[in-house]
């Protein structure tokens, strides 16, 4: 039983396209996140939600616009996607102390 | 925003051999964590560390934090091919912010 799943986990689009990425965790976290990670393996903080409430936005572009239904939910959704989006975007949700990762998507912009 | 510089950056050592891995801060952690992430799939947390001076062990991994609070190190012992992926620290930014060191890349050949 995943605790956290991200859907796709390959996606391959062209630059301009809009695309989403999907995350639930079925841990009953408060805490959801959303990570990149670029090709060096630096993993970078882009948005961090509480209870549905958007808490850090961390100067992303606004062509990134995550959303979360509901506290076991946070979407990404990615518009006029760019070469420089090409990484892996990962979700992830705590409780504590202790943050629980999901597989991945990587995201390739051709 | 905390900066987390980990070294060395790539290790590749062979099966038995013993290494360690730094994570450095200008700044004195509220507390530190070490993650492993193996390709394909999302980091893992292996400890929590608090107090300063304080060491843990995980089997053949040690796990110090330094008694300003501002550095840690991993060590393990007889490194075997398992160990091989993605080794980083974190730290609670403001409690709600994760963030990363730049990660330290272990191959471990048989």
């Known amino acids: 039983d995943t605790a956290v799943s991200q859907t796709p986990k390959y996606l391959v689009t062209q630059m301009g396209n809009d695309k989403s990425i999907k995350c639930e965790q079925n841990?009953?976290?408060?805490?959801m996140y959303w990570y990149k990670q670029d090709s060096k393996k630096f993993l970078k903080i882009m948005f961090s939600?509480?209870?549905?409430?958007?808490?850090i936005n961390e100067t992303v572009p606004n062509r990134f616009s995550p959303k979360s239904p509901d506290k076991a939910h946070l979407n990404l959704h990615i518009n006029s996607l760019e070469l420089g989006d090409s990484a892996v975007y990962f979700c992830?949700?705590?409780?504590?102390?202790?943050?629980?990762f999901g597989q991945g998507t990587r995201l390739t912009v051709v | 925003t905390q900066l987390l510089e980990q070294s060395p950056q790539f290790l590749s050592i062979q099966e038995g051999e013993n290494l360690t891995v730094y994570c450095n801060s200008s700044?004195?952690?509220?507390?530190l964590q070490w993650y492993r992430q193996e390709p394909g799939e999302g980091p893992v947390l292996l400890v929590t560390?608090?107090?300063?001076?304080e060491v843990k062990k995980l089997k053949r991994l040690t796990f110090q934090f330094g008694d300003a609070r501002k550095d840690s190190s991993l060590h393990i012992t007889a490194a075997q091919p398992g160990d091989t992926g993605l080794y980083l620290c974190?730290?609670?930014?403001?409690?709600?912010?994760?963030?990363f060191g730049t990660g330290t890349r272990l191959q471990v050949f048989p």
């Open positions: 700044s004195v952690f509220s507390s």
């Open positions: 560390v608090v107090t300063g001076g």
């Open positions: 841990l009953g976290h408060d805490t």
């Open positions: 939600y509480n209870n549905k409430e958007l808490i």
């Open positions: 974190a730290e609670y930014y403001n409690t709600d912010k994760l963030i």
């Open positions: 992830a949700s705590s409780l504590g102390l202790e943050a629980f």
